[in-house]
Every structure is written in structure tokens, then in C-alpha cells.
């Protein structure tokens, strides 16, 4: 998937955006990715809630 439409569509993603306060950018959607920047330090924190809109989600590795 491109970083622009994982940015745009991947809930897992957007809700560490969310958290970590920076805009889903695809350049931030390469980061995550690769298990870099901001958001991605968010990543553990979503999914020990594993809440997302309301509904559980299973996490799954993503940019396979």
C-alpha cells in the first residue's frame, strides 16, 4: 500500500497520529512504517486499548 493512501485510510495509524498529535502525512505513514517517529511510539499505547471508533481491532503488521 502507498504511504498516501495508508495515511489517509489505515485506523491504526490515524489514531497515533491522534494521540501523538502530528498530521498523518505520507511522510509520516514512511515512518511508521519503518518503525520510526512519533506516531509509531504511539503504536503500543493504541493497542493495549485496542480501541479504535468504538470497536476492538486486532492488530496485524502492517506494509506487508
Given at each position: 500500500m502507498r504511504n498516501i493512501k495508508f495515511a489517509?485510510?489505515?485506523?491504526?495509524f490515524l489514531e497515533c497520529c491522534r494521540?501523538?498529535?502530528v498530521p498523518p502525512t505520507p511522510r509520516q505513514a514512511?515512518?511508521?512504517?519503518?518503525?520510526?517517529g512519533l506516531a509509531y511510539g504511539r503504536k503500543?499505547?493504541?493497542i493495549r486499548k485496542k480501541l479504535i471508533?468504538?470497536?476492538f481491532v486486532i492488530p496485524v503488521k502492517e506494509g506487508l
Open positions: 489517509k485510510e489505515n485506523k491504526l494521540l501523538a498529535n514512511s515512518k511508521y512504517k519503518n518503525g520510526k503500543g499505547e493504541v471508533d468504538g470497536k
